[in-house]
């Protein structure tokens, strides 16, 4: 099992950058597979990032090019920075490390407006 925490998130402009923070309660060397999944309001949750323990990465089409996915294993902890926010990126953000099971963060909301 393991807990997950997410951070960082906040109100920023269109164009702007952000760089979300989820912390891990144990090691996460051995989890295969960690990613990023948002959820805005009347939506389903989507995926948008993902990086295995190999560091193969995968986006979603709407990100390519503008969020950049990473992992620290020796400070259990995974990054997602975005750069040239849009308004339709505002969503709560989740946490999420598969092994076996899906684990789950809380969320942390990403608002971009002007």
């Known amino acids: 099992q393991v807990q997950l925490v997410e951070s960082g998130g906040g109100l920023v402009q269109p164009g702007g950058s952000l760089r979300l923070s989820c912390a891990a309660s144990?090691?996460?060397?051995?989890?295969?597979?960690m990613g990023w999944y948002r959820q805005a309001p009347g939506k389903q949750r989507e995926l948008v990032a993902v990086i295995t323990i190999l560091g193969s990465t995968n986006y979603a089409d709407s990100v390519k090019g503008r969020f950049t996915i990473s992992r620290d294993n020796a400070k259990n902890t995974v990054y997602l920075q975005m750069s040239s926010l849009k308004p339709e990126d505002t969503a709560v953000y989740y946490c999420?490390?598969?092994?076996?099971?899906?684990?789950w963060g809380q969320g942390t909301q990403v608002t971009v407006s002007s």
């Open positions: 999420n490390a598969r092994q076996g099971n899906d684990y």
């Open positions: 144990r090691s996460i060397v051995s989890i295969y597979t």
